[in-house]
Nanobody, 115 residues
Framework: QVQLVESGGGLVQPGGSLRLSCAAS????????MGWYRQAPGKQRELVAT???????NYVDSVKGRFTISRDNAKNTMYLQMNSLKPEDTSVYYC?????????WGQGTQVTVSS
């Protein structure tokens, strides 16, 4: 069974940066469209960015120009580089397949943007 482990979150001031990692137990990134999702307290989980099998990327409007999704197939790891962070980016961030999140969810990684 595939396991996804997210890491890299933390507390950062507005305008700061973080790089999140999503480590998979097997090489899934070459065969799955993957996404980064986030869930803020009291809100539904939402998609943030996707990375296609061929490397194509898509972002929701609220993070365009600030976030970059990428992967390292050799390391079975996907990344989310987050720059110019805003308080509204505060959430628990998860990775999974898209459009159907058919892998078991990991524990996520908390990102808190606050001064």
């Amino acid at each position: 069974q595939v396991q996804l482990v997210e890491s890299g979150g933390g507390l950062v001031q507005p305008g700061g940066s973080l790089r999140l990692s999503c480590a998979a137990s097997t090489n899934i990134f070459s065969r799955s469209i993957m996404g980064w999702y986030r869930q803020a307290p009291g809100k539904q989980r939402e998609l943030v960015a996707t990375l296609g099998r061929g490397g194509s990327t898509n972002y929701v409007d609220s993070v365009k120009g600030r976030f970059t999704i990428s992967r390292d197939n050799a390391k079975n790891t996907m990344y989310l580089q987050m720059n110019s962070l805003k308080p509204e980016d505060t959430s628990v961030y998860y990775c999974n397949a898209w459009p159907t999140a058919y892998y078991p969810w990991g524990q996520g990684t908390q990102v808190t943007v606050s001064s």
